[in-house]
């Protein structure tokens, strides 16, 4: 899940960017978002957290500010069930939580 939001993350940047030139501040832009993304203030980002959630809402904040159309079912949000087992190998003690994804389009009229 981690790694998908970055990767997503930079799959928007450079997609919204491609017209633009890719200079130095624009680089450091992303290096600020990905850096902040992957700290330790958010603590690993887990399903279902309050990280989770103010991650989230930082990557929303972005895509609003290059125009990306919210694609969720409730805005940019789609929202999953999943079982987190505290002992992987058993499903002993299993909870049920709700995640959030967060989805956009953006149209490149092509």
Known sequence: MNKIILSALFSITFSI??????????IEKLKRDVI????DEL??????TESE????DYII????????????SKGFFQEFTAKINANPHTNIGAKEITGRNVVGYLDNQS
Do not use: H, M, W
Request: aromatic fraction near 8%.
């Open 61 to 72: 904040e972005k895509l609003k500010f290059y125009n990306v159309t919210p694609k969720g």
């Open 53 to 56: 959630k103010i991650a989230a």
């Open 36 to 39: 902040y993304l992957s700290s």
């Open 17 to 26: 960017c491609s017209s633009q030139t890719l200079d130095s501040r624009l």
């Open 43 to 48: 603590k690993g980002r887990n399903t279902g």
